[in-house]
């Protein structure tokens, strides 16, 4: 029989590419979302666009007979989106509206089981104060202390998710993601991450030029290649280990670093302006120990082959839009 699965969030970057995955591995697919995906066409069966915030459309969409339910809407964003404190109501009040009304709708409905996005946000500051040796291990994450209101409100729906488990018998699944990036990911506007912002910068300046840098670039995070987030998001879902499990590459590098690599992709010898902008914590790298035990996999893939492709995309967003500009 066909498998079937519900990806919420599916108009976003990782939904995106999750309902590609799952069409390739034959499962008929309901996508959910604000709006639809805004680079390529959506490949699901079925796209329902629609709020939920709202109880009664989650009820609505919501259904025992799939076989497999992805939560990852969210009001989310980079550094420049979750560290400004400018949208710290709604990214709690929407995040967690979504969570709770999902929850109760799949509950209700007797859903077996969802599989949560959690985020590295929900790990204690003061354990990534020091740029070379940051402790993001799962069970550090106590006594809590995030850095940021989004990292409260993952921290508050990870337990939610857990206590539906243990009140209700659902097989919830949590993971922790560590800054995902990829082609077809926001790469301009405010809510892109720091590997498309630099890949954007980058391909925008000329050789020789310079590129602006928040901070002084010597702050540290590891970057996961979206192909390698589906399978483990995949691997957690159908295991029988519920987590909160961290989902992220372990190869850490400073924001210097990542942004030599993408010059060095482009071809151009670049001067980096550090200039004052929103940072997050000092140092973040993923600690891959638990889900290597529990999975028996961890990401492998290089940060520099991820770049090349994100690289090669966002090159030529950027060319589109000077072509459109100029024709205009
Ligand atoms: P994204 O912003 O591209 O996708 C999230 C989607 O949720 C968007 O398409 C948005 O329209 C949708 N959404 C927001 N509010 C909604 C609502 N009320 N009703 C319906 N849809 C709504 O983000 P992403 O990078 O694809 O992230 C997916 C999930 O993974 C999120 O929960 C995010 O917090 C989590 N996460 C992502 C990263 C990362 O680096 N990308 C890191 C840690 C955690
Ligand atoms: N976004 C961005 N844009 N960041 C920049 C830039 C720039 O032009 N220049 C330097 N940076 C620095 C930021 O100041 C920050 O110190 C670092 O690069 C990483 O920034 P982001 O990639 O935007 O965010 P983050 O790693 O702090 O947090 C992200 O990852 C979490 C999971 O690990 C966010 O996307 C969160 O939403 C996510 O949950």
Request: with cysteine; net charge neutral.
């Amino acid at each position: 029989m066909t498998k079937t699965a519900l990806v919420c969030g599916a108009g976003g970057f990782i939904g995106g590419h999750l309902v590609k995955r799952l069409k390739r591995e034959g499962f008929w697919v309901r996508g959910v979302d604000l709006k639809f995906p805004p680079f390529v066409e959506t490949e699901a069966d079925d796209f329902a666009v629609g709020d939920l915030r709202d109880q009664y459309f989650c009820r609505q969409i919501a259904d025992r007979r799939f076989d497999e339910v992805y939560q990852l809407a969210a009001d989310m964003g980079g550094a420049g989106y979750i560290f400004t404190g400018e949208h710290d109501a709604d990214v709690m009040h929407n995040s967690a509206t979504i969570n709770l009304n999902m929850l109760d709708a799949c509950q209700k409905r007797n859903v077996r089981g969802m599989f949560y996005s959690s985020s590295a946000c929900m790990y204690p500051e003061h354990n990534q104060m020091d740029p070379n040796n940051p402790n993001c291990a799962e069970d550090s994450a106590y006594p809590a202390n995030p850095d940021s209101e989004y990292g409260w409100e993952k921290l508050f729906s990870e337990r939610l998710y857990l206590a539906y488990n243990r009140n209700y018998g659902m097989r919830n699944r949590v993971a922790r993601y560590h800054n995902i990036f990829g082609p077809e990911g926001t790469w301009d506007g405010g809510k892109e991450k720091a590997p498309a912002a630099v890949c954007r910068k980058v391909a925008q300046a000329t050789n020789g030029g310079e590129v602006e840098i928040w901070g002084d670039g010597t702050q540290t995070r590891s970057f996961l290649y979206i192909d390698e987030c589906l399978e483990g998001t995949i691997r957690l879902t159908r295991s029988d280990f519920e987590g909160p499990v961290n989902v992220g590459s372990e190869e850490m590098v400073t924001i210097n670093q990542l942004v030599d690599i993408a010059a060095d992709i482009a071809g151009k010898k670049l001067h980096k302006k550090h200039i004052p902008g929103p940072l997050g914590v000092r140092g973040r790298n993923s600690d891959n120990r638990l889900i290597g035990q529990k999975l028996s996999w961890k990401p492998t893939a290089t940060l520099r082959s991820g770049l090349e492709k994100t690289y090669e995309w966002i090159e030529r967003q950027v060319r589109g839009n000077k072509e459109r500009a100029k024709a205009a």
